[in-house]
């Protein structure tokens, strides 16, 4: 129902092959890359979904303008949408042009829904991305076209590496990774430790000197503590 919705609200044919990015409007995100896909497959429907940061404030805003007003037909940006699920649904194949990656987290969320995917051969990607089996791995234009084409063309590939993405993305359930961490955690507490830097020294005078990455820091140091509060509690209450 949400595939069809979706393809509906923006004018996609049910039977039309969809490659699709679910990202911010950032050159870090490969939109060149995604761009010039769109112009060696005319026949096949890219779709962009996500806002751009910060609007005209953003250092590459009228470069990122350009592109966008000058996509070849076939590309749609949807900006962003309420319902991320839905345009997970409506696509076939995930394709990340990603120059850089923490993660991926949109490429979780596709693999959750059983898409295949084409993806920046990246170093974190390495240890639970494999190239041909739960993904397909590229590294220049060329090596895009021919994955993409290949996915494009074989829907029976596109089925087993969704498949097999699927099941690695079980293994990453937040449910699965919360028991893991409070596992962590108490068998942490049972050791005894030396205090760590940030006990030591505190985070306060790291903010002023390091800006919004020191208040990242920070908002996981007193996570840590609140959880470790929870964990005390939960022991001394049984």
């Not at 696509?91 to 990340?96: A, K």
């Not at 993305?169 to 942490?188: F, G, H, W």
Request: net charge positive.
């Amino acid at each position: 129902k949400k595939r069809k919705e979706f393809r509906k609200q923006y004018y996609i044919g049910s039977k039309d092959v969809v490659v699709y990015n679910v990202a911010e409007v950032i050159m870090r995100k490969g939109l060149d890359t995604f761009m010039e896909m769109a112009r060696r497959f005319p026949e096949v429907k890219f779709v962009w979904t996500g806002r751009q940061p910060l609007g005209v404030l953003s250092g590459s805003y009228r470069k990122l303008r350009y592109m966008m007003n000058t996509a070849p037909g076939n590309v749609i940006f949807t900006g962003f949408v309420d319902d991320i699920v839905a345009a997970h649904c409506a696509g076939d194949i995930f394709f990340s042009p990603t120059r850089f990656e923490n993660e991926c987290i949109a490429l979780l969320e596709a693999a959750s829904v059983s898409n295949a995917a084409v993806v920046s051969d990246l170093p974190v990607f390495e240890g639970w991305l494999y190239d041909g089996k739960n993904c397909m791995k590229a590294s220049s234009l060329d090596e895009y076209e021919k994955k993409i084409g290949a996915a494009v063309k074989n829907r029976a590939l596109r089925k087993r590496l969704g498949s097999s993405a699927r099941k690695m993305a079980l293994t990453k359930d937040i449910r699965k990774i919360s028991k893991e961490l409070i596992n962590v955690y108490e068998i942490a507490m049972k050791q005894k430790s030396q205090r760590s830097f940030l006990d030591k020294a505190g985070i306060v005078w790291m903010i002023p000197v390091f800006g919004f990455s020191s208040m990242f820091v920070a908002f996981l140091y007193v996570k840590d503590r609140i959880l470790m509060n929870l964990i005390k509690n939960r022991r001394h209450s049984r």
